[in-house]
């Protein structure tokens, strides 16, 4: 059996929505706040509101966690896609899918096993 040099998997809708959904919040709640329908978030948007008037650095620090995070999960990923001899095709997608996503697929990278041909 061949090794596979493309191997690439996204993770699921549940997490692609979830994380794309919270990283856009977050960047409306950092930057542009009024924009953020509050009221229609429920109890998210009850915490927003409460971090964009009382505490807007919070806000700040963690956009830039998670920028810092999903940056260093990435690099991360290329390394370990290059580990397992993935090339360059596949790895980039896993640089795009990790800075985006962040630990929801590297996860799939993680748990991923080359067979070793012989």
């Known amino acids: 059996m061949a090794v596979d040099n493309q191997y690439f998997r996204l993770p699921s809708v549940f997490w692609m929505v979830s994380v794309s959904s919270g990283i856009a919040l977050l960047t409306l709640a950092t ?23 009382e505490w807007p650095a919070i806000l700040n620090i963690l956009m830039v966690f998670t920028i810092a995070s999903h940056t ?17 095709p596949a790895r980039r997608k896993w640089l795009i899918s990790v800075f985006v996503f962040g630990y929801f697929s590297y996860r799939h990278l993680l748990a991923y096993k080359p067979n070793k041909s012989k």
């Open 31 to 53: 930057f542009t706040p009024a924009v953020v329908p509050h009221e229609y978030l429920g109890p998210i948007g009850w915490l927003t509101r409460y971090l964009v008037n």
């Open 72 to 88: 260093v999960e990435a690099c991360c990923a290329v390394n370990t896609a290059k580990n397992k001899s993935i090339e360059n």
